[in-house]
């Protein structure tokens, strides 16, 4: 059984991309924000890891990490950042808040799955 | 002279216009002046507000229906590919307005559908056309500066943002 991955952009386009990425290695789940992220990681005990994008309306990527890492039981989830920003205090922000990974859009598919291969190796 | 603050914006995101049509292998230039010139019929429009301590405007990105067709191979609408592209040209301007350590904060993209879209012409906004092998893209800013702010030289930020494409792994 393929492992879980899950994408949280408010484009679709972009979870579309990302979905035809992975889609051959990885069952791919998708959410519109961080609150429908957050929702889908309390959820789903088996995702393997979740990619994110930062700006997003009702909460953002950084908030969704920083509200992912406060909860013991999805802590320890690794979370890819997928956006448009390349500012480096808010890549700070999300390593400090215990984000894996930093991408800037557009992405390099190979990259991105030997990023995802390599957080979901066991 | 030196350029003011409109004509390094706008020179900021023609130039990333272009690059990011590159990105998705759709190359496209900026219209000659011998170019047949009709009115578009702009299919499009993504629209996306930015807001800065001494800065505040929007970026407006207006495409025929080819140059989103060519560059998006999804089953998505082409509403949410033009806010996804009007966003990414935004990033990208806004990692160059890093370099000179003016921090811009972008809003949601959002999409205007319409007839003949195009900025009002008055003073000060300018529309950057471009001609692709199939279509027409079109971007102008519209901003406005306080009246003591001077955008500051290229190389005002020491650290320079990670760029499109990269990955960085923690």
């Known amino acids: 059984m393929n492992k879980k991955v899950l994408i949280v952009d408010d484009s679709a386009t972009v979870r579309e991309q990302v979905r035809a990425v992975l889609i051959d290695e990885f069952d791919v789940i998708e959410a519109a924000d961080g609150i429908e992220g957050v929702e889908t990681i309390g959820r789903l005990a088996d995702l393997a890891a979740v990619i994110c994008d930062v700006n997003m309306p009702r909460m953002d990527g950084l908030e969704m990490v920083e509200t992912v890492q406060k909860d013991p039981r999805t802590a320890p989830l690794p979370i890819v950042m997928l956006t448009t920003e390349g500012q480096h205090e808010l890549v700070q922000r999300a390593k400090a808040a215990g984000a894996k990974g930093w991408i800037v859009k557009p992405f390099k598919p190979e990259l991105l799955l030997a990023a995802i291969r390599k957080l979901t190796a066991t | ?170």
Not at chain 2, 3 to 15: F, G, S
Request: one cysteine or more; aromatic letters at 6%.
């Open chain 2, 1 to 170: 002279m030196t350029a003011t603050n409109k004509q390094i914006l706008d020179r900021a995101v023609a130039e990333n216009c272009l690059k990011l049509f590159a990105d998705y292998e759709l190359n496209i230039r900026a219209r000659e002046p011998n170019d047949e010139v009709e009115a578009e019929r702009f299919l499009i429009c993504g629209i996306i507000g930015f807001t800065s301590k001494k800065m505040r405007g929007v970026l407006a990105l207006a495409t025929t229906k080819e140059p989103l067709e060519l560059t998006n191979h999804t089953t998505t609408t082409h509403r949410d590919w033009i806010c996804e592209l009007a966003n990414q040209l935004l990033g990208r301007v806004k990692n160059q307005m890093l370099m000179r350590g003016v921090e811009v904060l972008p809003s949601i993209p959002i999409a205007l559908r319409g007839d003949r879209l195009s900025p009002v012409v008055q003073q000060g906004l300018v529309s950057e056309l471009f001609t692709a092998e199939q279509g027409v893209v079109c971007v102008w800013v519209d901003c406005e500066f306080d009246d003591d702010f001077i955008l500051p030289e290229d190389g005002e930020s020491e650290t320079p943002p990670v760029s499109e494409g990269d990955l960085l792994l923690f």
